[in-house]
C-alpha cells in the first residue's frame, strides 16, 4: 500500500494495524516532549483545494509532530486561481520533492487521478474528495469507537489494542447522500466487524444504498429504541452542496430537526454505555443539540484529538514502508524518546 485512497481498500487486518499504530502514537502525545524524529528529512505537502480548518490542521500537527517539513497549499491564492491544471501542479509538486501529498479536493476521484496518473511519485492520502470518501475521518472514529466500546465486556474506556469491532452497532445518522464520512465509515466499520445502519430521510439516501453493506432506516426513533445502538454518529446537514444543487431536500430545518435532531429526548433513550460522535463541524440546532453535543456521553472534542494520533500512525506508515501487519512496529515511547534524545 503506498497510497490511502479509500476506506475500502483496507483489510480488517491492515485496519487493525493502523489502529494499533495509531495507539502507540497517541500514547507519545502524553509526554512533555511530543515530538518525534520518524520522519526528520521528509516533506509532507497539504494540497487543499477545498475549504477545511480541522483536517488541515490535524495532518499539519501529525506531520510536525513526526518532524516532517510541511507545506501548505491552498487553491485560493494560488495558480490555481490563474487556470493551473491539477497534472501541473502535482508536477510542481513532483519538482520540489514532496514526499507525501495529503489531498481534499471538490471533485470525486482527484486524489486517485493525482496517485495512479505518474504526475507523482510520492505518497497520496485522501483528505476527502467530493462526495466520496474520507478514509482518515473513518479510522479515527474507528479509533475513538475501539477505545471506548471493544475489549471490554462491560463495553466500557479501554484501549482496545490489536481488537476489531466485532458485534458493535453504529448508527450513522443525517445527510448520507452528501457525506463521504458515511461512506468511509459503512465501508471501513463494516470490514472492522461492526454492524451500520444508516438513518435519513428518503431524500438524503443515495440511489444504489441497497448494495452497500449495511442497513438502511427511515425511523430515528425506531433505530434508537429497537436497534439499541453502541454509537451514534451525526452528519453534518450539507447545506452548501444542496444550495449548489439547486433544490431542497427536506421541507424545513425545523421539521428535519424533529425528525432526524439528536436532542435530550433521543439522548434519554440511548443505553448508558452508548457514545455520541460528529465529524464536525457541526449545526447546532439541526442534526443536533447543545444538550447533546455537550452532554458526558459526546466524544466529539476526542475524535479531533484522535485524529492527530490516527494521521500521524498513517503518515508514519505510508513514508516507512512498514504497511504489513506482520512487519516491525513503531518505536515504543521509551524507545523513540531515547532517539529523541541521540539527535539532540
Known amino acids: ?110 486524489p486517485h487521478l493525482l496517485a495512479r496518473a505518474g504526475w507523482l511519485d510520492a505518497a497520496v492520502v485522501n483528505a476527502g474528495d467530493g462526495t466520496h470518501q474520507h478514509p482518515t475521518q473513518a479510522l479515527l472514529d474507528a479509533f475513538t469507537l475501539r477505545r471506548h466500546l471493544a475489549g471490554d465486556p462491560a463495553l466500557g ?24 464520512v458515511a461512506r468511509s465509515n459503512v465501508a471501513l466499520l463494516t470490514t472492522l466487524g461492526a454492524h451500520v445502519t444508516l438513518v435519513a430521510p428518503p431524500t438524503l439516501v443515495p440511489v444504489g444504498v441497497e448494495t452497500w453493506p449495511c442497513e438502511v432506516s427511515y425511523d430515528l426513533d425506531a433505530t434508537l429504541a429497537d436497534g439499541k445502538p453502541d454509537a451514534v454518529m451525526m452528519l453534518r446537514v450539507q447545506r452548501e452542496r444542496m444550495s449548489s444543487a439547486g433544490g431542497g431536500f427536506f421541507p424545513s430545518p425545523l421539521e428535519y430537526s424533529r425528525a432526524y435532531g439528536l436532542d435530550a429526548r433521543r439522548l434519554a433513550v440511548l443505553p448508558e454505555h452508548t457514545i455520541v460522535m460528529h465529524p464536525g ?24 484529538a484522535n485524529g492527530v494520533a490516527v494521521r500521524m500512525a498513517v503518515l508514519y506508515l505510508l513514508l516507512t514502508g512498514q504497511h504489513d501487519p506482520q512487519s516491525a512496529r513503531v518505536p515504543t515511547t521509551t524507545t523513540t524518546h531515547r532517539t529523541e534524545e541521540a539527535h539532540a
Open 281 to 304: 463541524p457541526m449545526n447546532r440546532g439541526l442534526e443536533i443539540s447543545a444538550e447533546a453535543a455537550d452532554s458526558p456521553r459526546a466524544v466529539i472534542v476526542e475524535q479531533v
Open 1 to 110: 500500500m503506498k497510497h490511502l485512497l479509500s476506506a475500502a481498500d483496507l483489510t480488517r487486518a491492515e485496519a487493525v494495524h493502523v489502529l494499533d499504530t495509531a495507539a502507540e502514537m497517541a500514547a507519545t502525545q502524553s509526554r512533555e516532549i511530543k515530538k518525534l524524529p520518524t520522519l526528520r528529512g521528509r516533506t509532507v505537502v497539504n494540497l487543499f483545494f477545498e475549504d477545511s480548518t480541522r483536517t488541515r490542521i490535524s495532518f499539519e500537527t501529525a506531520a510536525k509532530r513526526l518532524s516532517a517539513d510541511v507545506i501548505n497549499f491552498s487553491a485560493k491564492g494560488s495558480s490555481v486561481s490563474k487556470g493551473e491544471s491539477l497534472k501541473d501542479t502535482a508536477l510542481t509538486l513532483q519538482a520540489m520533492g514532496a514526499d507525501a501529498v495529503v489531498v481534499r479536493h471538490q471533485a470525486s476521484g482527484a
Open 157 to 180: 474506556a479501554t484501549s482496545g489494542v490489536g481488537a476489531d469491532l466485532d458485534g458493535l452497532h453504529v448508527a450513522i445518522v443525517g445527510d448520507v447522500l452528501h457525506s463521504r
